[in-house]
C-alpha cells in the first residue's frame, strides 16, 4: 500500500503526522502539568486563608461583640477578593471551576482540557463555641487560564508556521527532485518507442543528472544502431531486388522465347499434320500446357518483378493488381480508394507499396476467409498511408507476420515506416506507413 503512494504522499505524510503528534504531544503535556502548576501558584493563598481564619478566630473570642468584629470583616473583603465568608447556611463551597469569571476569550473546550484542581480552602469561623461559617479560599484563574490558552495558541500557530514552511521547502524539493525523474522517465518511454531524436534534460542531483547523461548515450548508441540496422536492411532488400529482377530476366529472355518457340512449333505442327486420331488429341494437350506454362511463367514475373511500374505508373499497376486479384476471386468483394498520386512514387518507395498490398492481398485470399475487403492508399504531407482491412477470420493471438508479412517489415523498415497488424470491430487490419523523404536509390552490383 505505502509504495503505491506518490512520492509527494511518501513524503507529505510523515511530515503532518509528525507535527500532529507534535500538537498533540503539546496538548497531552499540558493537560499533564497545567493542573500542577495552577496548584503551585495558588498554594500561598490557601496558606494565607488558614493564617487569616486563625487571626479572627482569635479576634472574635478576645472582642465583646463578637458579630460586630465579623460583619467588619466581611464587609472588608469586599466581592472581588479570593478569600471570602461563608455562612454554615450557604452550603458548602462553590468549586474553582464554578468561580471562573472573566474567561478573556477562552474557549470552554480548552478549560476543560485543563484538570483544574480543587484548591479550596476552608478554616471554620467559631463564635461561642458554635461553627456560624468558614473562611474559604476560591480563587479566580481566569487570568492563569488566559495565560496558558495565550501559550498554546503561540505552540499552535508556532507548529503551524513550521508546517507550512517545512511543507513549502518539501514541496519545492520535491518538484526539484521529481522533474528530472520526471524527465528521465519520459525520454526513457520515447527511447523505448524508437524516438531518439530528442535528449533528456540534464538536471537535478548529481546521482539522476549522472543517470540522465548515460540514458542520452545510450539512446545515441540506439540511434546509431537503428541507423545501421536500416542502412543494412535497405541493402539487403536492394541486393533481394536485384536477385529478382535477374532472375526476371533470366525468365524473361530465355523461357519466354522457348515456351513461344515450343508453341509456335506447336501451332506450325498442327497446321500440317491432320487433325485426326490420337495426334490431334496429343497436339490440343501439347497447346494447352504450352499456355499454362505461359501464364504461369507471368504469374512468376509479375510476382518476382512486376517490371510495368516503371511503363504504367504505379497507381495504374496497383489497379491492374487489383483487377487480377477481381478475376482470381470473384467471390470476395473488393473496394478501393487509389491515391492518383502514387504515380509520382517510383523507385524502392514504389516497389515497396506495390509488394505490401499484393502480399496483403495473397493473406486475405488464401487465410481470411473473407467476404469483403477494402484497400486504400492515400498521400498526407510527407506520408504514404496504405490500409488493407477484411471481415475474414483474423489471425491467431499468438501470430504477429507470417513470412511473407515479416519480409514487408523489413522493406518498410528500411524505409524508415512502420506496418501494423490489428483487429477491431470483427475485421483485420494491415496498416502501413511510409514516409516519402526517405525514398534511398537501390544498390547495385
Known amino acids: 500500500m505505502w509504495h503505491r503512494l506518490s512520492f509527494r504522499t511518501q513524503l507529505f505524510l510523515p511530515l503532518g503526522v509528525s507535527f500532529i503528534a507534535a500538537l498533540a504531544m503539546g496538548g497531552v503535556l499540558l493537560q499533564t502539568f497545567a493542573g500542577g502548576q495552577l496548584a503551585d501558584e495558588n498554594e500561598p493563598g490557601r ?8 487571626a479572627l478566630n482569635s479576634a472574635l473570642s478576645a472582642s465583646d461583640n463578637p458579630r460586630k468584629v465579623l460583619d467588619a470583616f466581611v464587609n472588608s473583603l469586599g466581592t472581588a477578593s479570593d478569600i471570602q465568608f461563608r455562612p454554615v447556611e450557604a452550603g458548602p463551597s462553590p468549586l474553582v471551576r464554578e468561580g471562573l469569571r472573566d474567561m478573556h476569550g477562552v474557549p470552554q473546550w480548552f478549560v476543560d482540557l485543563i484538570a ?8 471554620p469561623v467559631v463564635i461561642d463555641g458554635r461553627h456560624i461559617g468558614d473562611i474559604v479560599f476560591v480563587p479566580d484563574m481566569s487570568a492563569d487560564l488566559f495565560e496558558k490558552w495565550i501559550g ?7 507548529i503551524a508556521v513550521l508546517m507550512v514552511l517545512t511543507g513549502t521547502i518539501a514541496y519545492l524539493f520535491a518538484g526539484s527532485a521529481l ?13 523505448r518507442q524508437g524516438d531518439y531524436a530528442m535528449p533528456i534534460p540534464v538536471a537535478g542531483p548529481p546521482e539522476i543528472r549522472q543517470s540522465c547523461e548515460e540514458a542520452n548515450a545510450l539512446a545515441a548508441t540506439l540511434a546509431q544502431l537503428s541507423q545501421d540496422n536500416r542502412d543494412l536492411l535497405h541493402r539487403l532488400v536492394s541486393l533481394q531486388d536485384n536477385e529478382r529482377r535477374d532472375l526476371a530476366r533470366e525468365l524473361h529472355d530465355e523461357l519466354g522465347p522457348l515456351l513461344f518457340s515450343i508453341r509456335a512449333g506447336t501451332i506450325a505442327l498442327s497446321e500440317a499434320a491432320p487433325q485426326t486420331g490420337n495426334l490431334g488429341k496429343s497436339v490440343q494437350e ?69 509488394r505490401v498490398i499484393q502480399e496483403t492481398l495473397t493473406n486475405v485470399l488464401r487465410h481470411a476467409g473473407a467476404r469483403n475487403a477494402h484497400v486504400e492508399t492515400a498521400i498526407a504531407g510527407d ?3 496504405i490500409d488493407v482491412s477484411d471481415d475474414g477470420s483474423g489471425f491467431p493471438a499468438d501470430n504477429v507476420f507470417g513470412r511473407g508479412l515479416t519480409g514487408m517489415h523489413e522493406r518498410v523498415r528500411a524505409l524508415s515506416g512502420s506496418l501494423s497488424l490489428l483487429r477491431a470491430d470483427e475485421r483485420t487490419y494491415v496498416r502501413c506507413r511510409l514516409p516519402l523523404g526517405e525514398v534511398h536509390a537501390p544498390i547495385t552490383g
Open 179 to 191: 522533474r528530472p525523474l520526471q524527465n528521465l522517465g519520459a525520454g526513457l518511454t520515447r527511447i
Open 152 to 158: 498554546f495558541l503561540a505552540l499552535t500557530s508556532l
Open 47 to 54: 496558606r494565607s486563608t488558614q493564617t487569616v481564619a486563625v
Open 286 to 354: 501439347v497447346m494447352r500446357s504450352v499456355e499454362a506454362l505461359q501464364q504461369t511463367n507471368r504469374r512468376i514475373l509479375d510476382r518476382l518483378r512486376p517490371l510495368y511500374i516503371e511503363e504504367l505508373g504505379l497507381e495504374a499497376s496497383v489497379q491492374t493488381l487489383l483487377r487480377n486479384f477481381r478475376r482470381q476471386a470473384p467471390h470476395i468483394g473488393l473496394t478501393a480508394a487509389i491515391d492518383p498520386g502514387l504515380n509520382e512514387i517510383d523507385g524502392p518507395l514504389a516497389q515497396t507499396v506495390y
Open 383 to 385: 506520408v504514404l498511408a
Open 116 to 123: 483544574i484542581p480543587d484548591m479550596n480552602a476552608a478554616s
